[in-house]
């Protein structure tokens, strides 16, 4: 009985290895694959669980055989007389089915809890980098250090290899007056997650989570909102590039330079952003330092994707982004252009179309209008 | 519970012969269908109210803009009017006893008495959200009054139906249709009026009396 | 005790009743008063089957969406809508529902009882039910269905319209109407415990009552204690949403994580009020199809009391990455951890109770077996949630899908059809077909595995919850496709089971009273039992009385069939020899109807407080309250015997 037990459990171990090697070689490259992990808490997590799901693997097919065992070896044929003996209980088998689960357990909880600590621990000498989590957009905020102003980008998280980046998540961006909940800038419940970097850290209005990344190699790791955000919660992603130390200082060094083409020498391009759509509304082009409504865009052509990571940037995606948003990806946007943000009774979260339902007064968008803007936008190095 | 069985209505239902709840059939724990029920409710009233203390509890003291707890409690007036509410369950109890006893008139005499008390301390509640709403603390002003309104404001609604019900009673029994043997009827409603009254008691310790650690 | 004088003469009751009492107990309008908890237990599993269907449709669409990369099938908006509505539906319009449907039918002919406790409260809860889902889905019609998640969180949900976090009115009525429904599932939960607790037959101590009755005995103090809870969030919601409160708003100080504790305070207790009638059934029909009592029937029993208290010490597992500190997670982790023992212990027993049996491989064994492998495995991937870290990966993702879908699906579902098998010859006289039965069996089965065994894998691969799409790339578009597939194996499966249902209805097999062989009670008296259930109260002698009086067993613990007729009368026979007509059973009443009718007309006024006919709407609601509460109050249980 014990062999067989053995056997089974063997089996089922033999099969998560299948399990394990499908997994990660079933994982297409840039994806957001739990199983391939590039980080160092993604590591921990993995050789945590991969062990856990054999055992869980090796008592489920252990039940399930036995259902099956005895479904097939006791049926009764024709001809039984259906006169089995009547067992009524055994309390030895009964304590024992309490007591061997409750010591896998045990064993399952000391490194369960050991790691909890350990992935919860504050790092020493950890790069601090604010994350806040909008409607349905990521914000990055890198700290002001040596004199220098902070930056703030959106979608893309860079970060250099084998460092300590150290993650405060909020939903509240205090620099702004307005939010969703209509006080400094609040938003919803949302959730970050890099899937092959670390789990997941909810990001929650009025109090600041934190959580560690620590990445291996260089590359770009794909995230996305998990925690119900609303409309476009589906399109809430962004992603995290990995650089060596110095292509990652190189990278800062130049988010934290002025815009290369300022607003005042933009042409027609600088009417049309500040003046004619009044992107300047929830936009900024010309200051790297500040958080606004919207994306902050003065080094936006630096960037591989806009719109929560939906888009590779390029003219053509950029121009119908900029004539009907709300048409590429469902946001509560209508009423976007009837007054700025704050104004009572206007209702806008996320980005208006500039072609359809203008209100009376406002200018609609031409194609040309909007590849002017595309040109200048994609000169913003 | 040391309750009388009292004696069957006429015409005598048939004992055990209803599905229902009449008469009273021999029940397995020896207490009748509907004062379980009426138990059961209650514990789960319980919840209900221990959700929005805990509530309360959880946001006092959190740093907020308007007016405070000190700034607007007048201990003396409500500890009257809970001191009044208190004493309704003193006569809630009498009525009891005077149906227990056969004693109709006593009944009605308590039944209002009860009902009437439980109005006073309503009245008492309505001024005092006036007071509070005059100080500057309305439902939306912060999380003081919006713990605070629909805390009390929902026991109020407790209390406002336990009224209904105590009226509804002696209405009942001024048309005589409510007859020594119904003695559990007022029992139940009782249990309901007692009830109520602890959870004020409860809601007057932890909300008004005991000041925030902060 | 004084007997006072005035007892002697009692007041003619003047009912102020307008509406002539029904005395009808067959016919059209005799559904709408009924009274009879056989009745209504069958339209408490009607209801619940409608709404089950139109569940089903939402996670067909959903699935539609969700084949292909980039789908097109409904817009965001409506697919916030549906899946909403599928949680909600699935959980509070099928899975409590069908369970209180067992419960109401059965409860009274296992303990043999001729009702329960309050007949007419428990038609009350019955169309509190019917009209709180009616009124969730009139949403769809006025003014956009809910649309925050069956789970709500907050400040999405309770943030005021205006402020545009969702769009449309859904988060009102899913409030209002989760409070309605809390209503009516309090009440059926001091009804059916009132009931187990006070009218079992002589002899029918709480250790011999079918495990079957003390897992809905476990099941109703849960939803009692849970209901309040759920109930004190949504209004704190509809506050927030409507009257300014601040209780979630973090930019006053609120906490949105308040509504998280008091959500899953609710919500987890409500896991175990779905899964333990399942676990009731199966405990019913794996020692009836394998000829051999349960195997330690007290160890089953105390295990799921266990997990009644357990139950509640395990809600912050919903929110661990939340923030809420190593310590308390920790602690979270291990109280989940413990549950899976009980869990575990009632897993071996069911094994135990078929090992080594005489076993019937009826389409409801092959349903109570499967419930045991896949409850088995749906118990597993709830181990590996509670490993902290391994959550912080999974929460969210399809992987946790996969697990609830194991537990409700395969443990919920699969436990209610191999009920609705065991007990339809009961209920109606008539057998489901068995081949039509097998044949949707193994399609469930199939198609069940299909769809939900994959999503385990897109969780791994990184795919999260309640995304209307997902970009090509990311290695989950096959799976997807698969699981669609499945989608629609398990919609079949659905559907013959409905066709068997109807079919066997009118040219099923003739049951007679013990098709099964069965063991306890209820399979004594007659299939449909007579409006009385029993003619006369049994005496129960011992756990599985109806067996004890058919079978005993020989020194070497081997079956013996006794003589016909048994050691005492069997309570069928007795029922014979006295045919009934004496009984007095509670009268119908179109009161419990009326006073439920109220409930809706106040959400709606409640939903649309902010318009003026509002008032008339809250008007009218509170006079319809008021009459038919008093008039129900006013009116005897049971008419006088004159008027018969």
């Known amino acids: ?381 | 519970m040391a309750v009388q069985e009292a004696p069957p209505r006429l015409p005598p239902a048939p004992p055990a012969e209803h599905g229902g709840q009449p008469a009273h059939p021999p029940t397995n724990t020896g207490t009748t269908n509907v004062k379980l029920a009426i138990w059961l409710f209650l514990a789960s009233d319980c919840l209900f109210f221990g959700a929005f203390i805990s509530a309360y509890l959880l946001y006092r003291g959190r740093p907020q803009t308007g007016p405070t707890p000190q700034q607007v409690y007048s201990i003396p007036f409500t500890s009257v009017s809970s001191f009044v509410l208190l004493m309704s369950s003193l006569t809630m109890v009498l009525a009891l006893a005077a149906i227990q006893r056969g004693d109709l008139r006593r009944l009605r005499i308590w039944l209002l008495a009860t009902a009437l008390l439980g109005s006073v301390f309503i009245g008492g509640q309505i001024f005092e959200f006036t007071t509070f709403a005059h100080k500057g603390l309305g439902l939306d002003t912060n999380l003081f009054g919006t713990t605070f309104f629909v805390l009390t404001g929902f026991h109020g609604a407790h209390v406002t139906i336990g009224i209904l019900w105590l009226l509804s009673l002696w209405g009942l029994a001024t048309q005589r249709r409510l007859q020594p043997g119904d003695a559990e009827k007022v029992e139940i409603a009782g249990l309901y009026w007692h009830f109520v009254d602890v959870v004020w008691i409860v809601i007057f310790t932890l909300v008004y009396l005991i000041p925030p650690t902060k | 005790m004084t007997t006072a004088t005035e007892t002697a003469t009692p007041v003619p009751v003047r009912a102020p009743v307008i509406l002539r009492r029904p005395t009808s107990t067959t016919g059209f309008w005799s559904w709408f008063s009924t009274v009879d908890h056989k009745k209504i237990g069958i339209m408490y599993g009607g209801t619940a089957l409608i709404f089950f269907a139109i569940g089903g449709i939402e996670a067909l669409l959903i699935r539609l969406q969700l084949a292909q990369p980039n789908g097109t099938v409904l817009t965001a908006s409506q697919y916030n809508q549906i899946f909403t509505m599928h949680g909600t539906t699935m959980i509070f319009l099928l899975g409590m529902p069908l369970s209180v449907a067992f419960a109401n039918y059965l409860i009274p002919l296992m303990i043999g009882a001729r009702d329960v406790a309050f007949p007419r409260l428990n038609a009350f809860g019955y169309w509190g039910f019917v009209l709180g889902g009616v009124f969730l889905y009139s949403s769809f019609l006025l003014g956009g269905a809910p649309n925050g998640g069956w789970f709500g969180y907050t400040p999405l949900t309770s943030t005021p319209l205006g402020l545009g976090a969702l769009p449309g009115r859904g988060p009102d009525f899913w409030t209002v109407g989760i409070v309605m429904l809390g209503i009516a599932s309090t009440t059926s939960a001091i009804n059916i415990i009132v009931t187990v607790l006070n009218m079992r037959a002589p002899g029918m101590t709480l250790m011999r009552m079918p495990v079957f009755v003390w897992m809905m005995l476990v099941t109703f103090f849960l939803t009692l204690f849970a209901m309040p809870i759920i109930t004190v969030a949504m209004i704190m919601v509809f506050f927030d949403r409507n009257f300014g409160t601040s209780f979630f708003l973090a930019t006053k100080g609120g906490d949105p994580l308040l509504y998280q504790n008091l959500f899953w305070l609710f919500g987890h207790p409500e896991v175990y009020i779905l899964i333990l009638p399942g676990m009731g059934i199966v405990s019913e029909v794996l020692p009836v199809f394998s000829r051999k009592p349960l195997f330690g029937y007290p160890v089953v029993v105390f295990s799921g009391i266990a997990i009644g208290f357990l139950g509640w010490g395990v809600w912050a597992h919903h929110m661990f990455t939340t923030g809420l500190g190593p310590v308390a997670v920790s602690a979270f982790s291990l109280s989940t951890m413990l549950i899976a023992i009980p869990t575990g212990v009632k897993i071996f027993n069911w094994l135990a109770t078929v090992w080594k049996g005489a076993i019937k491989l009826t389409t409801s064994m092959l349903y109570a077996l499967g419930f045991i492998a896949m409850f088995t495995i749906g118990g597993l991937s709830g181990v590996s949630l509670a490993v902290v870290p391994a959550d912080t990966q999974q929460h969210d993702t399809y992987f946790v899908v996969a697990h609830f879908h194991y537990v409700l699906f395969g443990g919920l579902v699969f436990g209610l059809f191999a009920g609705f098998y065991y007990w339809y010859p009961k209920v109606f006289g008539r057998m489901l077909d068995e081949r039509l039965g097998k044949i949707s069996f193994w399609m469930m089965l199939v198609g069940f595995n299909v769809t939900f065994f994959p999503m385990h894998l897109l969780g791994i691969f990184g795919m999260p919850r309640r995304i209307y799409t997902y970009n090509n790339g990311l290695g989950w578009n096959t799976l997807n496709l698969i699981i669609t597939c499945g989608a629609f194996v398990i919609a079949l499966s659905v559907l013959i089971f409905f066709v068997n249902l109807i079919v066997s209805h009118k040219r099923g097999q003739i049951a007679g009273n013990d098709p099964w062989d069965a063991r306890t009670i209820e399979w004594s008296i007659s299939s449909p039992p007579p409006e009385y259930n029993f003619a006369e109260i049994p005496e129960i002698d011992s756990r599985d009385d109806f067996w004890h009086r058919k079978y005993t067993e020989d020194d070497a613990g081997l079956l013996v069939p006794l003589p016909s007729g048994g050691s005492d009368t069997p309570a069928a026979t007795r029922a014979a020899a006295s045919p009934g007509h004496r009984i007095h059973m509670p009268s119908p009443s179109f009161f419990p109807l009326i006073a439920a009718l109220a409930l809706p007309i106040l959400g709606y006024a409640a939903v649309f407080h902010s318009f003026g006919w509002s008032f008339a709407l809250l008007a009218v609601g509170v006079l319809v309250l008021v009459f038919g509460v008093y008039a129900w109050a006013m009116e005897p249980a049971a008419a006088p015997e004159e008027a018969h």
């Open chain 1, 1 to 381: 009985m014990t062999n067989r037990v053995w056997r089974r459990g063997r089996w089922g171990l033999a099969l998560v290895g299948v399990a394990a090697v499908v997994l990660t070689a079933c994982s297409p490259s840039n994806s957001q694959n739990v199983a391939s992990p590039h980080g160092t808490q993604a590591h921990r997590i993995n050789n945590l669980i991969v062990p856990i799901w054999g055992i869980a693997i090796a008592i489920g097919l252990l039940v399930m055989g036995g259902v099956v065992f005895a479904a097939i070896r006791w049926r009764r044929r024709p001809g039984d007389d259906g006169r089995p003996k009547q067992i009524h209980g055994n309390l030895g088998l009964e304590i024992a089915w309490t007591l061997i689960p409750a010591a896998i357990l045990i064993g399952i909880s000391v490194p369960t809890i050991s790691l909890i600590f350990k992935n919860d621990a504050t790092p020493t000498d950890a790069m601090p980098i604010t994350v806040i989590g909008k409607q349905w957009w990521w914000e990055f905020q890198y700290p002001a250090s040596n004199g220098q102003k902070p930056v703030v980008v959106a979608d893309e998280l860079h970060i250099p290899t084998g460092t300590n980046v150290y993650l405060s998540l909020t939903a509240c961006d205090s620099s702004l007056p307005y939010g969703v909940n209509n006080g400094p800038g609040c938003n919803v419940i949302h959730s970050f997650w890099v899937p092959e970097l670390a789990g997941k850290t909810d990001v929650v209005p009025g109090q600041t989570n934190h959580m560690t990344l620590h990445a291996d190699t260089p590359g770009t790791f794909l995230g996305q909102c998990s925690q119900y955000c609303g409309l476009s919660h589906a399109n809430m992603r962004f992603r995290v590039i990995v650089q060596s130390p110095s292509d990652f200082d190189a990278w800062l060094a130049s988010q934290r330079q002025g815009p290369a083409v300022s607003l005042a020498n933009a042409g027609e391009a600088g009417t049309l952003f500040s003046t004619k759509f009044q992107c300047s509304n929830c936009h900024t082009t010309t200051n790297a330092s500040v958080s606004t409504y919207g994306p902050n865009l003065t080094h936006l052509a630096s960037r591989t994707t806009f719109a929560s990571g939906s888009f590779a940037l390029n003219r053509d995606n950029l121009i119908r982004w900029i004539m009907n948003a709300p048409g590429l990806l469902p946001m509560q946007s209508a009423d976007c252009r009837k007054g700025p943000p704050g104004t009572p009774g206007v209702t806008c979260v996320g980005m208006p179309s500039f072609t359809l339902n203008t209100p009376k007064g406002q200018s609609v968008m031409t194609h040309a209008e909007a590849e002017t803007l595309a040109t200048y936008l994609l000169s913003l190095k």
